[in-house]
Each structure stands twice: as C-alpha cells, then as structure tokens.
C-alpha cells in the first residue's frame, strides 16, 4: 500500500474529489438510461404481431426487435387488447404501441417513430357478388359497406362522407359477415388479410380483392406523448438502421414467402 496520501492529505482530497466529478456524470448517464425503458405493447393482429407455438412473432414484431438491438432495450414485448394499450399509452408515460397507424386523428396524440410497414387497404366482396366497382364514387353507391369500429378505414370512410357504413366491433365479424352476404363490401389492408381469414376460418377463395384502394396505410411506433424528443431521434435513427442494413428487406420478404 502506498503511503503517499498519508503523506499529503491535501493530494488525497484532490484525488478523490476529481473521482466524485468524473464518476457523477457516469452515475447520471446510468440513471438515464433506466429512464429510457418503455412499456412495449402489440395487439394479436397477424401478420404484424401474434403468438405462434407460444412465441410472439410478426413482422413488426421482428422489426422492433431490431431496433432494441440498436438502443439496448429490453426485448420484453406485451401482447394486449387494442383499447387496453391505446388508453394506456395515450394517458400514461413510458409507453410505447406498435403498430399504429398514424392518421390526423392520432396525429397529437403521442410521438412517433417510422413507419414500421406500409399497407395497401382494399375493398373486398364475395366472389358470387354482383358488385362491380371500379372507384370509391362507385362504393358510396353500394347498400352496406362492412366496417370495424375505430379502424383508420372507417375514420377516412367518415371523413368521406360515407353514409352507407356498417359498423362491426372486429374485421372477423365484417368478413363473416360479408361471406353471409349481409354487406356489399369490406376493406382490409392486403398484409392483413390472409392471415386473418385463417384465424376466423374463413374461406379466402370466397371472397375477392376489388382493386379498388381507399389508401395506404403506414404503421408506427407509437409513444407516450410526454417521451423526449431525444428519446424519439435516438429511436428513429435505430429505424433507419436497421432498414440501411439489409435487415428490414429480409423481414419483409421473410413474411411475403409465407403469403402475406
């Protein structure tokens, strides 16, 4: 042992006062980053996010996963109803819901990151239909359009002056519906419709894409509105790795040579 600080008490206080200022800062940046764990939240809602053999996967699911990577979060991802997580993360901090999509409605009320995914929504009908559109003029003109409560496809059918909406409470109703032959039309994203019809059981060849687009539809991270916008670049910029890398384009046809 060293009898140099016995030797100069003065040296020694200086010594360790330069460790307390340089170990502050370290102590600082610590707690900062325990202030940088989210809350990370998904709906079953296939191909984007669900549970297969007990696993959680989808292709925003894998995305996200990437991006942890990249900004050392923990790779704890929940799977909640779509009202539960939406509440959630519109009233409470730390919180972050994917995929959403973000429509002018949303727009103020949480930050951002993305998109994750982009979607073409069509207009489907039953294959033995004699429904015959070729624009959206040509849907206003149908008996019942088949809608799901809340969906960005009804918010812009709204928005449009659609007065021939049916509201349903899930894609599943409206399409069982449909194949029922108690609705003209339905729209769903192109992503989402196989999977889906696999889930509900659905016959997918009895029904038919029209061609007929409402828009495309782009998939966020979604965060607490309160989230610093630091916080928001460092995220982003994770995003815009992980699609400069190679990685993003191997998901996405990971999940197309499934048949999504």
């Given at each position: 042992m060293s009898g140099e600080g016995m030797n100069n008490p003065g040296k020694s206080f200086l010594t360790s006062a330069i460790r307390c200022f340089f170990a502050l800062p370290l102590l600082i940046v610590s707690q900062l980053a325990m202030s940088q764990t989210f809350t990370v939240m998904t709906e079953d809602f296939a191909p984007f996010g669900y549970v297969e053999n007990g696993e959680l996967n989808g292709l925003s699911v894998d995305i996200v996963r990437e991006v942890f990577a990249i900004v050392g979060h923990p790779d704890d991802i929940e799977m909640l109803p779509w009202a539960r997580a939406y509440k959630e993360t519109k009233r409470k901090s730390n919180r972050i819901l994917f995929s959403m999509s973000r429509t002018p409605e949303r727009e103020p009320l949480f930050k951002w990151v993305g998109p994750l995914v982009e979607d073409r929504v069509t207009f489907y009908r039953h294959k033995d239909s004699d429904i015959n559109i070729q624009s959206l003029e040509d849907a206003r003109e149908t008996n019942a359009i088949l809608v799901t409560r809340g969906f960005p496809e009804t918010e812009f059918l709204q928005s449009q002056g659609f007065n021939n909406l049916y509201i349903t409470n899930s894609p599943i109703q409206a399409f069982s519906m449909l194949v029922m032959g108690r609705g003209d039309l339905a729209p769903i994203g192109e992503f989402?419709?196989?999977?889906?019809?696999?889930?509900?059981?659905?016959?997918?060849?009895?029904?038919?894409?029209?061609?007929?687009?409402?828009?495309?539809?782009?998939?966020?991270?979604?965060?607490?509105?309160?989230?610093?916008?630091?916080?928001?670049?460092?995220?982003?910029?994770?995003?815009?790795?992980?699609?400069?890398?190679?990685?993003?384009?191997?998901?996405?046809?990971?999940?197309?040579?499934?048949?999504?």
């Amino acid at each position: 042992m060293s009898g140099e600080g016995m030797n100069n008490p003065g040296k020694s206080f200086l010594t360790s006062a330069i460790r307390c200022f340089f170990a502050l800062p370290l102590l600082i940046v610590s707690q900062l980053a325990m202030s940088q764990t989210f809350t990370v939240m998904t709906e079953d809602f296939a191909p984007f996010g669900y549970v297969e053999n007990g696993e959680l996967n989808g292709l925003s699911v894998d995305i996200v996963r990437e991006v942890f990577a990249i900004v050392g979060h923990p790779d704890d991802i929940e799977m909640l109803p779509w009202a539960r997580a939406y509440k959630e993360t519109k009233r409470k901090s730390n919180r972050i819901l994917f995929s959403m999509s973000r429509t002018p409605e949303r727009e103020p009320l949480f930050k951002w990151v993305g998109p994750l995914v982009e979607d073409r929504v069509t207009f489907y009908r039953h294959k033995d239909s004699d429904i015959n559109i070729q624009s959206l003029e040509d849907a206003r003109e149908t008996n019942a359009i088949l809608v799901t409560r809340g969906f960005p496809e009804t918010e812009f059918l709204q928005s449009q002056g659609f007065n021939n909406l049916y509201i349903t409470n899930s894609p599943i109703q409206a399409f069982s519906m449909l194949v029922m032959g108690r609705g003209d039309l339905a729209p769903i994203g192109e992503f989402a419709y196989k999977p889906m019809m696999q889930k509900s059981s659905i016959d997918a060849e009895s029904l038919k894409n029209t061609g007929v687009e409402l828009f495309n539809i782009q998939l966020y991270i979604a965060f607490s509105k309160d989230t610093p916008e630091e916080e928001i670049t460092r995220w982003q910029a994770a995003l815009d790795q992980v699609k400069a890398s190679g990685k993003y384009g191997e998901i996405i046809r990971r999940y197309s040579d499934l048949g999504y």
